[in-house]
């Protein structure tokens, strides 16, 4: 978000439809530098507490990783900080009509306005700022997996156990994120090796889950609503990587 943010100024300059048109800091055209941005985004009662901040200082082009590190460092009411971002900060009033949009809505939106900036300056132009984006969308894609790790291994199996009448378990792996941490995953290449059925199941399984309920009151809706935002993730990151201007 931030670097579309920056993008988005770059290009465009500050203005009423700008991405945060309602951050108002102390960078010498009035937008906000990266505490000031997180902050305005925040929910109200989510902010991070006085004196919190990260390293990024008056520095417009801070590493993305190393941002989201010193994140999960920061405090907000005395506990760890979450980001949890009010979409009615991200673009001006109006622009959703659901009260909460989908992320994969928003990121949609976003990566308009890094598209609207890559064709009015250029790849060249804007290379070492897409460079951070594109590391944040995959970490967002990692927090996403990570979040829904075994819950998604569960359900699956659930699934082949209930639906299929199969006596296949997934394999598993657990990749590495871009901070170093590691998480839980399917690992679907492994598991069509074991059984080959499993080619099938995991289309049809696919298609069930979509099917399903998106709600955070059970399982199955909660993997369908992780399930949801890693693929609009997914679709964000292919438009982010795919061309060039």
Not at 25 to 46: M, P
Not at 145 to 153: F, H, P, V, Y
Not at 198 to 222: H, I, M, P
């Amino acid at each position: 978000m931030w670097f579309a943010y920056r993008m988005d100024i770059q290009a465009f300059g500050v203005r009423p439809d700008m991405i945060a048109p309602g951050c108002h800091g102390t960078v010498a055209d009035g937008s906000c530098y990266l505490d000031e941005f997180i902050n305005h985004l925040q929910r109200d009662g989510k902010k991070l507490d006085a004196g919190q901040k990260t390293s990024a200082g008056t520095w417009l082009l801070p590493d993305a990783v190393d941002m989201a590190k010193e994140l999960t460092t920061l405090k907000s009411n005395g506990v760890d900080f979450v980001p949890n971002q009010d979409p009615e900060k991200i673009f001006r009033s109006g622009t959703f009509t659901q009260p909460n949009p989908r992320l994969s809505d928003i990121l949609s939106l976003v990566t308009d306005r890094i598209e609207a900036a890559r064709v009015k300056l250029g790849d060249g132009e804007l290379k070492d700022e897409l460079f951070e984006a594109r590391e944040a969308i995959n970490g967002v894609h990692e927090a996403r997996l990570a979040d829904n790790g075994q819950d998604l291994i569960d359900t699956i199996n659930d699934y082949l156990k209930n639906e299929k009448g199969s006596s296949t378990t997934v394999e598993t792996k657990t990749p590495k994120a871009l901070d170093g941490s590691t998480y839980l995953d399917v690992d679907i290449d492994k598991t069509k090796a074991k059984d080959p059925a499993f080619s099938q199941y995991w289309a049809d399984f696919q298609e069930w889950l979509g099917k399903q309920k998106r709600t955070n009151k059970t399982k199955v809706g909660r993997v369908r609503m992780h399930w949801d935002a890693i693929q609009g993730v997914q679709e964000i990151a292919s438009r982010t990587y795919g061309w060039n201007c």
